[in-house]
């Protein structure tokens, strides 16, 4: 029953300074204009999230919480930073991939990874490690939900075979990736029914 969604606070690697919670949390994360900020704008109703007119530039994980009917909070999100943004400098991806590596390990609260990819784009070898690192992540507690954004820009014929192919590639099984689109809000409904399950559990 989720009511409102605030703005906590942007952070860097310096964990010390992470809100501190036991409320589980879902994040988000994908190549640099994948479409991520676009969906938490749909997912949330309200654009919470600044949609990039130069891409890459996010390099702080954003946290927002959720709040209920009684203005109890009820569960967070964070927004990670986009990966993969070809002009910035490889020392610049390293770092950012350090980051992530550490709030996957540290982030004790964590129930969902949502990681996004571009139903549009061939299955990227650079999403293929990144889902292949979060599912090895040791004694990890989270899940990892695979959603295939702007399918808006696909035609029936497109969108089945793209989605088999990240299917196959990802090696997913029946029903994922959840196919989205922020311009339609297709699959919105669905991506809120794993949230859910995912704070539930
Ligand atoms: P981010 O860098 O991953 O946060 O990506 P953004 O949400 O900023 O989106 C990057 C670009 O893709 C912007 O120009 C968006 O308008 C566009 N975009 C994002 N989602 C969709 C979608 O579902 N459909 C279409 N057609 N365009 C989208």
């Known amino acids: 029953d989720i009511r409102k969604v605030e703005f906590v606070g942007s952070y860097d690697d310096k964990e010390e300074i992470w809100p501190r ?10 190549r640099s204009n994948v479409g991520k900020s676009s969906m938490l704008n749909t997912l949330f ?17 954003n946290i927002f919480k959720a709040k209920n009917g009684n203005d109890k909070d009820v569960c967070y999100f964070a927004d990670l930073p986009g990966y993969g943004y070809a002009k910035m400098s490889k020392d610049k991806q390293r770092t950012i991939e350090k980051f992530l590596g550490m709030y996957l390990e540290r982030r004790s609260n964590l129930k969902l990874l ?7 784009r061939e299955p990227l070898a650079s999403d293929a ?9 040791e004694d990890r ?17 497109e969108s089945v075979v793209n989605i088999k192919r990240l299917q196959e590639a990802f090696e997913l099984p029946p029903g994922l990736p959840v196919s989205f689109s922020a311009i339609t809000g297709q699959g ?14």
């Open 21 to 30: 919670t036991n409320l589980p949390e879902i994040a988000f994360l994908g």
């Open 45 to 61: 109703g309200e654009p919470v999230a600044k949609v990039s007119k130069t891409p890459g530039r996010t390099r702080k994980i």
């Open 114 to 120: 949502i990681l996004l990819a571009d139903s549009r």
């Open 129 to 137: 490690g990144v889902l292949e690192y979060a599912e090895d992540k």
């Open 141 to 157: 507690l989270y899940k990892i939900l695979l959603v295939a954004t702007k399918v808006d820009k696909l035609n029936t014929m």
């Open 188 to 201: 919105k409904k669905e991506i809120w029914s794993y949230i859910r399950q995912a704070a539930a559990a």
